[in-house]
Structure formats: C-alpha cells, structure tokens
C-alpha cells in the first residue's frame, strides 16, 4: 500500500514553491529592472521573460529555505 505522506507532501512542496514563486514575482514588479536594459528600446516581452525566470529562482529559493527550515525544526522537536 502506497504511503499517502508522500503523496501529501510533495503536494504540499509544490504548493509552497508556487506561493512563493507568486510572491518573488509580485514583490519584482515593484523594482525597476527595465532600466538595466537598453535605453530607448523596449523589449517587453524578453524583461516580462527575466522578471518571471527571477521569480522562479528566487521563489524557489526562498521555499527551499523555509520547507528545509521546517523540516530541521521538526527534527529538533521529535529528538527532544
């Protein structure tokens, strides 16, 4: 019989990674990054391709942390 634990927390994993990567890309869109391009040109599409690439890495980042955080915090608990 197949452990539904795994099936809840890779569930629970995936979701984090997309909360968090929702929130790296809406706190970048406060930053003006189009000023790191060239001037006088506007390539919306390629810096809406950078804003979204930013989000994931720094999303997945940031979730990575908090779930390993979590886990070593659980692991303190159950060893007490």
Do not use: C
Not at 40 to 63: C, P
């Amino acid at each position: 019989m197949v452990n539904t634990y795994y099936g809840l927390d890779a569930l629970g994993r995936i979701i984090t990674h997309f909360i968090f990567i929702y929130l790296a890309f809406w706190s970048l869109q406060s930053m003006k990054l189009e000023n790191l391009f060239k001037p006088n040109i506007q390539f919306n599409g390629q810096i809406r391709f950078v804003y979204f690439f930013l989000a994931i890495m720094l999303g997945y980042t940031a979730s990575s942390f908090f779930q390993e955080l979590l886990l070593l915090t659980k692991n303190l608990l159950l060893g007490l």
